[in-house]
């Protein structure tokens, strides 16, 4: 399995950027789906996730009502809106996938990373 991240790149705060995840396999539609975030210096936090089945996604308090994630199972594809941007959203972010379908907010509970992406907001 393979994940490819893709999307990020230089924004201003208040503006709007949206990530993808591609990911190679069949049995894309029964994995549990993440991003997550590095800064630089600090470890790396969960930011959302959404479940096998699509529903009860889940944000980091930080995000809600700013970012939404979402996935199209058909496409193999996991998307994270981001809107409303801050400086404090600066981070490579990584997608996750867990085999189990679940969402966890720990990083050692995923079983694939894709090589992340570079999110820049300046002020």
């Known amino acids: 399995v393979q994940l490819q991240a893709s999307g990020g790149g230089l924004v201003q705060a208040g503006g709007s950027l949206r990530l993808a995840c591609a990911v190679s396999?069949?049995?894309?539609?029964?994995?549990?789906m993440a991003w997550f975030r590095q800064a630089p210096g600090k470890e790396r936090e969960f930011v959302a996730g959404?479940?096998?089945?699509?529903?009860?996604?889940y944000y980091v308090d930080s995000v809600k009502g700013r970012f939404t994630i979402s996935r199209y199972n058909v496409k193999n594809t996991v998307l994270l809106q981001m809107n409303c941007l801050k400086p404090e959203d600066t981070a490579v972010y990584f997608c996750?996938?867990?085999?189990?379908?679940?969402?966890?907010?720990?990083?050692?509970?995923?079983?694939?990373w894709g090589q992340g992406t570079l999110v820049t907001v300046s002020s």
């Open positions: 996750a996938a867990d085999r189990d379908g679940l969402v966890r907010q720990v990083v050692y509970e995923y079983d694939y």
């Open positions: 959404i479940k096998w089945g699509g529903y009860s996604p």
């Open positions: 396999g069949r049995t894309f539609s029964n994995y549990g």
